[in-house]
């Protein structure tokens, strides 16, 4: 069972990473509480919900981003 699902990311990696990156940048921009909440975190009073969803922003595009170039990168 762990082999299937090691094999199924290393062989849909770059599908996963692009699907991830939308998701937290769809959830920043659109203010999720999953995501930009910051209440119950360990480290709550060092971000508030505008710090998180810029940080969440900026990690969305850039998962987004490295997905595509690996993909790229992958048909040469």
């Given at each position: 069972?762990?082999?299937?699902?090691?094999v199924?990311?290393?062989?849909?990696?770059?599908?996963?990473?692009?699907?991830?990156?939308?998701v937290?940048?769809?959830?920043?921009?659109?203010?999720?509480n999953?995501?930009?909440?910051?209440?119950?975190?360990?480290?709550?009073?060092?971000?508030?919900?505008?710090?998180?969803?810029?940080?969440?922003?900026?990690?969305?595009?850039?998962?987004?981003?490295?997905?595509?170039?690996?993909?790229?990168?992958?048909?040469?």
């Amino acid at each position: 069972m762990d082999n299937m699902i090691t094999v199924f990311i290393q062989e849909n990696r770059i599908l996963i990473t692009l699907v991830m990156g939308i998701v937290v940048l769809i959830g920043s921009i659109m203010n999720w509480n999953w995501l930009c909440d910051p209440t119950g975190a360990p480290d709550s009073q060092l971000y508030g919900r505008g710090s998180r969803r810029i940080i969440f922003l900026a990690a969305g595009a850039i998962l987004i981003v490295v997905s595509i170039w690996e993909f790229v990168l992958g048909c040469k």
